[in-house]
């Protein structure tokens, strides 16, 4: 067994990360003429809607471990992930960095626990600053959290660039100057610039072919031996997720559908929406492929359908599943998954 | 074999030699420069390559589609048999949407945001034949209901907005089959898709195509949906395929370095936790192509004969062809 997939060693610590019961709500403001309508006929104003865009998360990463996030688009996501990033302050729920509440700390302390959570882009384009030369993209962020004394900045910064496949010559060129491919270098080694402990990894190896993913992925592996990293790596691609994780998480329209270990999660999918996605999941193969047993499109987050989301497009939907949410229930240690027919199972 | 389908009738679309080159201020950009190809009645043919291969351009210049400052400058693509290269505009714009059909990644290239679907569904049907008003309704109403739009009769009367991105990009296929095309181009109409989405016009277009004995050419960058789908692959690499053959024979047994080390770089359960295999370096740039075999800075088997040009030729038989001087072994593992 290689080095990348060895267990994380816990020891009984508390996970890195722990969120419980996340709820993020984006208020979507009725049009304008409306609300001016209603104010002018002296009519109740319409409610504002908001898109449930999480939905009671709950979800423990322990030291070392990769964690893939899956799900397909709107599925909150690249929401979870900012929250975990605290890039995004959620509407509910609470948040622990090594078994500690954010509200019981130091401001010093959550300034700290921000600085060692990091996140890398989808676009490596966008992310970067195209006015600033690599030395600053990389070099800045290490000065001002005072990682690094400004004078040994620029060796730091080799240093780093190095580490992520960049050739440090490059250090005084702009972003433009570079392929997709070595900008989500410059993404990763700004990030890695300022000593992570946890990296939330947002597609960050989608926008890219074939050939140069495989190797952002091999330097991703790379990083974690050497730094002792840990990943939250969201992806909508099956494969890469089963390639890297050593634990998987399945969302549906803002909740946790079901989680397990990498191979368990592939070779003994619970969910009906998860053996509906690995069924579906292009494979390299020399045989043809059965596509698209699943119908039907994935719903509006605005109005999400009653009790499991998805019994508009289960096959094995019964009437519980129109009225009832259903509960993550553990399987067995680090198993579970949301669904009546597991719990009807087990009766 | 998928290769001798239809015996001894003639391919519905033969490529040969194509090459077309865009004259910029940079330099001459020879995006496509020697493509062959073939794809016969109701073949789905892969067209893979990274991005920048010269893929599009292909697809664009089969349809005729090629603007300033670019140009055909040579090789022949036959329809049927007709000559296409030489053909009037106005030849070629009664061709399009008729007996050749495209769909594209983005479905707003098809679709006019601000006509119903029904007017631009009408609209595609009496452009090419004479047809009243209500039997081209429901001909348009059959053609979504073939794509798996729910209640078609309803959705008819929508604007392009009302849909999501998947159902945007059924009309559009409805739409491109509408005249029943001998041919369809697709350029990665899925890429943007949700896998279950993905997957429903994956199978879709498999039934379709079969039903129809319309010839496919899918262009992606995902060898994975290739490998499900087509009967055969061409590669390319730098506006020239660089491998082709049955899809099953190019997966299980890749010739040409590159295959070989793309099929590697794809994470896959077998490869679970190892590193992957890497191509080193990058993609060329047009502008500045190496002499002779454009893969050999990045190729492990690379020697000086590869400083000339390599021919697309049997591996070991004409089905199965590469364009390499020093292939990989027969039955290498990737
Ligand atoms: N700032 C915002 N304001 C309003 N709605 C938002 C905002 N950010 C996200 N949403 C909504 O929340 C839901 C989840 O979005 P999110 O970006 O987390 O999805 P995702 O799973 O990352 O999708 P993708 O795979 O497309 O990146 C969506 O319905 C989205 O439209
Ligand atoms: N209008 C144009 N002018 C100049 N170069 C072009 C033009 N269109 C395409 N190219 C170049 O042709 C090459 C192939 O492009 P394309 O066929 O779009 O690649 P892909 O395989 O990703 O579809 C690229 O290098 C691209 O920059
Ligand atoms: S709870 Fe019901 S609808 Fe939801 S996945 Fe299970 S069986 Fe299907
Ligand atoms: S011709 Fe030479 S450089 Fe090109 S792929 Fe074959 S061995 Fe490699
Ligand atoms: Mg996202
Ligand atoms: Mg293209």
């Known amino acids: 067994m290689s080095e990348a997939m060895r267990k994380p060693e816990t020891n009984g610590a508390p996970p890195v990360i722990s969120v419980r019961g996340i709820d993020m709500v984006f208020l979507k403001k009725a049009p304008g003429v409306l609300d001016g309508l209603a104010r002018r006929a002296g009519l109740p104003r319409p409610e504002p809607v908001g898109v449930h865009a999480l939905d009671g998360v709950d979800l423990d990463v322990m030291k070392g471990e990769v964690v893939g996030l899956v799900g397909e688009s709107g599925c909150g996501k690249s929401t979870l992930g900012r929250v975990i990033a605290g890039i995004l302050d959620p509407t509910a729920g609470t948040f622990r960095f090594h078994g500690r509440e954010m509200s019981e700390m130091s401001p010093q302390e959550r300034y700290r626990a921000k600085v060692a959570v990091q996140m890398i882009f989808q676009d490596p384009f966008a992310s970067l600053n195209p006015r600033k030369r690599v030395i600053d993209i990389i070099g800045e962020a290490p000065v001002v959290h005072g990682i690094v004394p400004k004078a040994e900045i620029s060796d730091y910064v080799d240093e780093i660039m190095l580490k992520c496949g960049i050739d440090p010559a490059f250090k005084q060129r702009f972003p433009h100057q570079f392929s997709g491919g070595q900008r989500q270098r410059i993404g990763i080694a700004r990030a890695l610039a300022v000593k992570p402990q946890f990296l939330v990894c947002d597609e960050s190896v989608a926008a890219l072919d074939v050939s140069i993913q495989a190797q952002v992925i091999n330097l991703f592996m790379d990083l974690r031996r050497d730094f002792d990293l840990t990943y939250l790596f969201i992806s909508h691609d099956l494969g890469v997720v089963e390639h890297i994780a050593d634990r998987v998480v399945i969302m549906y329209l803002g909740r946790v559908v079901e989680t397990a270990p990498t191979a368990e999660l592939y070779a003994n999918p619970r969910h009906p929406y998860t053996q509906a996605l690995l069924a579906n999941m292009p494979r390299i193969s020399t045989e043809k492929q059965a596509f698209g047993q699943i119908k039907g499109e994935i719903p509006s987050p605005l109005n999400p359908p009653s009790g499991c989301h998805f019994h508009p497009r289960c096959p094995f939907a019964f009437d519980r599943c129109v009225a009832e949410r259903p509960r993550l229930i553990t399987k067995a240690p680090g198993i579970a998954a949301a669904c009546h027919l597991l719990e009807e199972a087990a009766r | ?334």
């Open chain 2, 1 to 334: 074999m998928s290769d001798v389908r239809g015996g001894a009738a003639q391919p519905t679309l033969v490529v040969e030699g194509l090459k077309t080159h865009f004259f910029t201020e940079a330099g001459v950009v020879k995006s496509v420069d020697g493509v062959d190809l073939s794809v016969s009645r109701g073949e789905i043919l892969g067209l893979v390559g990274e991005s920048g291969s010269g893929k599009s351009v292909t697809g664009f210049s089969i349809l005729g589609l090629i603007d300033q400052p670019g140009r055909i400058v040579g090789g022949s693509v036959k329809l049927n048999g007709e000559e296409l290269t030489t053909a009037s505009p106005k030849r070629l714009r009664s061709l399009r949407g008729d007996r050749i059909a495209m769909i594209f990644q983005d479905p707003m290239m098809t679709l006019n945001p601000v006509l119903k679907i029904e007017t631009q569904m009408i609209e595609t049907l009496q452009a090419h034949i004479k047809i009243g008003h209500a039997e081209a309704r429901a001909r348009a109403r059959d053609a979504l209901g073939r794509v798996g739009i729910p209640s078609p009769e309803e959705r008819l009367d929508s604007y392009p907005h009302q849909f999501s991105g998947g159902m945007r990009q059924r009309v559009a296929i409805a739409i491109a089959l509408l005249h029943g095309p001998d041919l369809i181009i697709a350029d990665e109409p899925t890429t943007a898709l949700d896998v279950t989405i993905q997957a429903q016009i994956l199978s879709e277009v498999q039934t379709l195509c079969r039903e129809t004995g319309t010839a496919l050419i899918w262009i992606t960058h995902d060898l994975a949906i290739i490998s499900g789908l087509a009967d055969r692959v061409a590669v390319m690499y730098a506006g020239r395929i660089v491998e082709t053959g049955a899809i099953a024979e190019v997966v299980s047994n890749p010739r040409h370095p590159y295959t070989y080390g793309l099929i590697g770089s794809v994470p896959s359960r077998n490869k679970r936790g190892q590193r992957l295999t890497q191509i080193p370096g990058m993609t060329p740039s047009f502008l500045s192509l190496p002499q002779g075999c454009a893969f050999a800075p990045r190729c492990p088997n690379a020697d000086a004969k590869c400083l000339e040009m390599p021919e697309l030729s049997p591996c070991p038989s004409a089905a199965h062809r590469a364009r390499c001087f020093h292939p990989m072994p027969e039955g290498a593992e990737a």
